[in-house]
Structures are given as C-alpha cells and as structure tokens.
C-alpha cells in the first residue's frame, strides 16, 4: 500500500507541475531559438529544484519508501518533461506542425 500512495504522490506532483505550466502559457512562441531554449532550461531546473524539496519534505515526513520511490521515477519523469517542452518550444519557433 504504501508503495502505491508513494506511486500517487510522484504523479501528483508531476502532473500539477505540467499543469502549471499549461496554465500560466510558459511554452509559446518567443523571439528567438535563444529566448525559448533559456525558458525551458529555466523551467526544467526549477522541476528540479522543487522536485529535490519535495524529496526532502517527504523524508521528514513520511516513511523512506516515499522518497526512493519519488527519487527513482522524478528522474525519468523529469527528463520526459524537459524533452517534451523543449520539442514544443522549438516546434513553436519553427512556425511548422510536426506532430
């Protein structure tokens, strides 16, 4: 159980991170390959940042199946995340529709 509650979490954080960002319209057309490339970057380290908190909270709160399970996944997640706006940023430069 407690695996599946750690499994809950992880995607709970996740999910709202990409919802945020959907939200308030980070990923969109910008001036230059430059500009675009500098907000994902600014974006995927800010996951990161936050993901490390989140990590650390859970520790201190919650047994330490909570953080390896969180720890293991973040990295995966965090690395399809980073890809999956980057690809949408300079999709959006590029003007054209490849997916």
């Not at 675009?36 to 709160?61: D, W």
């Not at 996944?73 to 959006?92: C, E, G, P, T, Y």
């Amino acid at each position: 159980m407690d695996l599946f509650l750690a499994n809950i979490i992880t995607v709970f954080f996740f999910v709202s991170a990409y919802l945020l960002v959907r939200k308030y319209r980070l990923i969109r057309q910008r001036n230059s390959y430059l500009t675009a490339i500098s907000i994902v970057v600014g974006l995927v380290l800010c996951l990161l940042l936050a993901g490390v908190c989140v990590a650390f909270a859970l520790g201190e709160i919650l047994p330490v199946i909570y953080v390896h399970t969180f720890a293991y996944k973040a990295v995966f997640v965090w690395l399809i995340l980073a890809i999956n706006w980057l690809w949408q940023m300079v999709k959006q430069q590029s003007g054209s529709h490849y997916a």
